[in-house]
């Protein structure tokens, strides 16, 4: 191909990141809905302006047969109305439904359990990782950009920036954490990630945050799939079985909507305490 004669948004996949970015969509969504782009293409083998709704139907019809989780038949979906229906202007979608989520309940620790686990880890750093998950409520996206500059330690609360949808917020951490994160405080800069790479200046990687929460599970030897996302939940469920209001933990979560921080009304013990087993 002549390069001279090349237009990147005359391609499919680079059309529709190009549109993404002006939209302001996060990196990975955009890296999501290219991956699923450019399956379908290959899988059809056409090129996008001559996918029909017969080829969409088929793919996701694929994917399901293939044992994808209603999450990632939903995530294609969404892939592929945003460019055939955003940037082609097809009108595919209107007889092809969503996949039924699943309903599965959250993954809930006790707080001995969670005790237990960062105990286990020998590792101040990642010690301070499983305390910041747990004790603040934080997605791992959150934990690896967090710089010292989001401490506000007068008021005892952490500026979580740029989370999931493009959004900021406040919430609250551990007063256990405060001296090591002042001593943290005098020799980093006041831009610098709290957790660093070995290069010392970039992110930690969220791979990294994963393997640390998976020894720290296979540590206290817990008959539960934990991954660290149940500590964010069990910061929720405890928060809850603590007396605090559901809209604060809401706030707390950064969910958009009550009805995703409600699913922890359905885990908590606090409505089973006074019920005894008829056996």
């Not at 955009?30 to 969409?56: C, E, H, M, P, R």
């Not at 500590?231 to 950064?254: C, M, N, P, W």
Request: hydrophobic share 35%; glycine share 2%.
């Amino acid at each position: 191909m002549n390069k001279n004669n090349y237009y990147p948004s005359q391609d499919p996949v680079l059309k529709m990141q190009q549109e993404m970015k002006l939209r302001n969509f996060s990196p990975r969504t955009i890296k999501a809905y290219s991956y699923y782009i450019t399956n379908i293409l290959q899988f059809a083998n056409k090129g996008a302006s001559s996918i029909t709704t017969v080829d969409v139907r088929s793919y996701l019809e694929f994917l399901a047969d293939n044992n994808s989780s209603a999450s990632t038949l939903n995530s294609a979906y969404s892939a592929l109305k945003f460019y055939f229906s955003n940037i082609l202007h097809r009108k595919f979608f209107v007889n092809i439904p969503r996949a039924k989520k699943e309903k599965k309940l959250p993954v809930v620790l006790s707080k001995e359990e969670i005790k237990f686990m960062i105990n286990s880890i020998k590792n101040k750093k990642h010690q301070c990782i499983l305390q910041l998950l747990y004790g603040s409520g934080l997605r791992v996206s959150e934990v690896i950009k967090i710089r010292m500059a989001d401490f506000d330690f007068e008021r005892k609360l952490l500026h979580i920036k740029q989370s999931k949808g493009n959004k900021d917020r406040y919430t609250i951490f551990s007063e256990k954490l405060t001296d090591v994160l002042k001593e943290q405080q005098k020799i980093k800069d006041i831009n610098s990630y709290l957790f660093t790479g070995y290069d010392g200046t970039s992110s930690l990687c969220s791979v990294s945050i994963n393997k640390i929460v998976k020894q720290a599970s296979e540590n206290i030897k817990i008959n539960k799939n934990i991954s660290a996302h149940s500590l964010r939940h069990s910061f929720a469920t405890h928060l809850l079985e603590d007396g605090v209001s559901i809209r604060y933990i809401q706030k707390l979560l950064g969910h958009a909507k009550l009805e995703t921080t409600q699913i922890y009304t359905q885990v908590t013990n606090l409505n089973l305490k006074s019920i005894t087993s008829p056996w």
